[in-house]
């Protein structure tokens, strides 16, 4: 991935950065519309994943929606240019002035978390003289398989209402007169590789979808939320996921009826593998049982490794060649967790070599923090 034009372009760039393959990103875009065009399936970015300008901007022209989760990412999807009839405000927590922002932007659609939600947004709207949509995010009850830091969809988990809580949902909406329940959502969490999962998801979505049917009420937009996952092991083998498997699943396994929309919500799966975090080794620790390369980026520039124990694939892009050595990967940050990664083989490196932490554009740049007094980490852009 790193021919030597890409690297000569490095070499006068001050470390850390990011590093995004706009190619990548455009290539991966253009296979996840197609295989979802395929069955009239809309996609909204989540912005979450990162909501870099350049990256997002691309996404946008791509022709995706934004999914955002704090009132500021509402105002940058729509500053960037999503139309408003595409921009879905979720979160478990959103404060009264990021709901009457989004009112005031009349944004397409309230993902709601609780039922006490449901009555302050009812609240706001009648105040601003609106009338919201929203839908009502679920918690199915099923188990992603996919690290426990990032699961949501599980009863023990923090979002979504719960199933014995619909029928209070269902009575409330009926005094809520300036809200239009026009969905039912779910998100069941992130990193899913096993694509079974979201089998087990459509059959818990089919059932909960009845129920409201059964109670007369019409659901327009089935969203099934994101947590497609990737192959952080093999970014050069397997650098698009495999949107069109993911997408048939859907459409073998999930009810539809005729008019209704499916919406989902994709991050990490559109913009992981095209972001790369490149660093240079500034010690090289020899120890008895140890030998340690630290890096100039931290936990501060990428901070999956010691949030969620990630896995990213570590090369040293300066060398090819030379004897193996086993290194602990670590930043300068002063914490013990600040490592990205132990124990990883490559060709004895020296100080100055550049490091490149592989698939580090979901979750990435926008996870950055100030922490050390740090500088804000840079981004750079191919061609
Ligand atoms: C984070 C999030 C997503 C995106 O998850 P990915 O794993 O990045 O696809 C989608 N929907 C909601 C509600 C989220 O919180």
């Known amino acids: ?39 009239n399936f809309h996609v909204h970015y989540a912005m979450k994943a990162n909501f870099n300008q350049k990256v997002v901007e ?7 929606g934004a999914d955002c989760v704090s009132g500021n990412e509402v105002k940058q999807a729509i500053e960037i240019g999503f139309a408003k009839d595409k921009v879905v405000f979720a979160g478990v927590g959103k404060s009264d002035r990021e709901i009457n922002e989004a009112l005031e932007n009349d944004i397409f659609c309230f993902n709601v978390e609780s039922v006490q939600e449901l009555g302050v947004i009812n609240e706001l709207a009648a105040a601003a003289g609106k009338n919201a949509g929203i ?67 459509c059959v ?24 497609l996952g990737i192959d952080y092991h093999q970014p050069d083998e397997k650098p698009v996921a495999d949107f069109e498997e993911y997408f048939r699943i859907f459409d073998q396994f999930l009810e539809r009826k005729a008019g209704q929309e499916v919406h989902f919500e994709l991050g990490r799966a559109l913009v992981a593998h095209s972001g790369t975090l490149i660093s240079r080794v500034l010690y090289v620790k020899n120890g008895i049982k140890k030998h340690f390369l630290v890096l100039d980026a931290g936990m501060t520039e990428l901070m999956r490794p010691a949030l969620y124990q990630a896995y990213h694939k570590i090369e040293n892009i300066s060398r090819v060649e030379g004897d193996v050595v086993k290194y602990d990967i670590v930043g300068p940050i002063c914490e013990s967790t600040d490592c990205f990664g132990k124990e990883v083989e490559m060709p004895q490196s020296f100080r100055g070599d550049m490091i490149a932490i592989r698939s580090a554009g979901a979750y ?17 852009y191919s061609k």
């Not at 691309?58 to 995706?64: E, L, P, T």
């Open 1 to 39: 991935m790193f021919n030597s034009s890409i690297l000569s372009t490095f070499q006068d760039q001050e470390t850390p950065f990011y590093y995004y393959d706009l190619a990548l990103l455009q290539e991966t875009l253009d296979v996840c519309k197609q295989a979802a065009d395929r069955y």
């Open 58 to 64: 691309k996404i946008k022209d791509a022709g995706f």
């Open 135 to 201: 839908a009502l995010r679920i918690n199915p009850n099923v188990d992603a398989h996919t690290h426990h830091n990032i699961t949501t969809g599980l009863e023990e988990n923090k979002f979504g209402i719960n199933h014995w809580e619909l029928h209070d949902c269902v009575e409330a909406l009926k005094e809520l007169p300036n809200i239009t329940l026009i969905g039912i959502h779910f998100h069941i969490g992130s990193q899913i590789t096993n694509l079974s999962v979201f089998k087990s998801l």
């Open 204 to 227: 818990k979505v089919n059932e909960i979808h009845r129920w409201f049917e059964e109670r007369g009420h019409s659901i327009k937009i089935l969203n099934v939320g994101g947590g």
């Open 364 to 380: 990435g740049e926008v996870m950055a923090s100030k922490y050390n007094l740090r500088d804000q980490v840079k981004s750079v």
